[in-house]
């Protein structure tokens, strides 16, 4: 049996073994690859990394804290990986370890399934964390206009739209004036924040930005779990478009799938069925 797997910390929360096995389920190679879930400590990612060659890993995802970690590590990038500076997925063969991330092409393809295409239009995007990195630049490169990168630290604003050559992406701030002087020149607001995801304790303490939104914006909330934040409630409670982060989970998983066998996959089919065994 081939082994692929998860690793991160913690760990017993991801739905990546759930997908991956429905997807080998699917594709009839259930009885050659097995996917499951480890938890490896964060300063653990190399000692995991020799391990796993040794074992005989044939790939594996990674989630926090190890996304960056593995960059150095890797025997060669593909081009997401070194643009994001993070590793989500690897691929191991022929003694090589092959780095590459599949979170923003993730993102861009479940905005495009839910309707949200962002070619021609302005984004408010709120966050600068792991998530906001891979999204702004592809918000980017798939034709936004421009993308505000609202985010409570504005350095870190700052630092992910300095690394944006074509000079689409402009810093802000994340405070209630700031967002309500810029949502009425945006139509798609994408939250790359924690902010309204079950657990943190954290929330919006002012959702008026939303109703600050141009009728017929779109609004896409990387979270999946509430399936319906607080955020996605205004939107909806206005007839918004809105779709929460679990095709982005999905489309992520199926990627990664991709790279590890090599081969293409009818995407959108992967995709349903992953949709309908979630829910
Ligand atoms: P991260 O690197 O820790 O970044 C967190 C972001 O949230 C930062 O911009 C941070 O601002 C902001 N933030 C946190 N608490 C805040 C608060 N109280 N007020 C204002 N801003 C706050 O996390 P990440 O990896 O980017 O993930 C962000 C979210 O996206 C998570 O909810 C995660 O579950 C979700 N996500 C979903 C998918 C998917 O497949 N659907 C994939 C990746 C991530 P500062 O910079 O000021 O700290």
Redesign the pocket.
Known sequence: MRQLCVIGDPIAHSRSPFLHNTMLRALGLDGEYAYTARRVPGGDTAAFLAAARAEGVVGFNAT?PHKEHLVPLMDTLTDEARGYGAVNTVRLRNGRAEGHNT?GE??LRALREAGLDPAGRTVLL?????????AAPKLARAGAERVYVC???PE?AAQLCAGDPAGRLAPAG?DGETLARLAPRCTLLVN??????EG?G?QFDDLSFVDALPGGAGVFD???SPAETGLLRRARGRGLPAAN??G??IW?AVLALEFFLDRPLDGPAMARLLREAMT
């Open positions: 926090m979170d993730g993102f709120l966050g600068a964390g792991g998530a906001a990195r891979a985010n409570r630290t870190r994340m790359c924040t924690s902010l309204g995801m943190t954290g990387l979270i999946y982060g679990l982005m989970l992520q």
